[in-house]
């Protein structure tokens, strides 16, 4: 799981665009499975690097 911390380090953003980016990659996998788990301000790893990284 990357945190805000992480995601800073790879984008290169501040805090609070990491934030952002996060609660919006979050909103999204929660609209792709309403079950999912969301665990704080964090993304799964894979979720993250597919749709912001395109890996």
């Not at 911390?5 to 984008?11: C, G, L, Q, R």
């Not at 665990?39 to 912001?52: A, D, L, S």
């Amino acid at each position: 799981m990357y945190g805000v911390k992480d995601i800073m380090k790879i984008t290169g953003y501040g805090e609070t665009k990491c934030y952002r980016i996060i609660e919006k990659l979050q909103n999204q996998m929660k609209k792709e499975n309403p079950n999912v788990i969301i665990i704080g301000k964090r993304i799964p790893i894979q979720y993250f690097e597919k749709h912001v990284l395109g890996l």
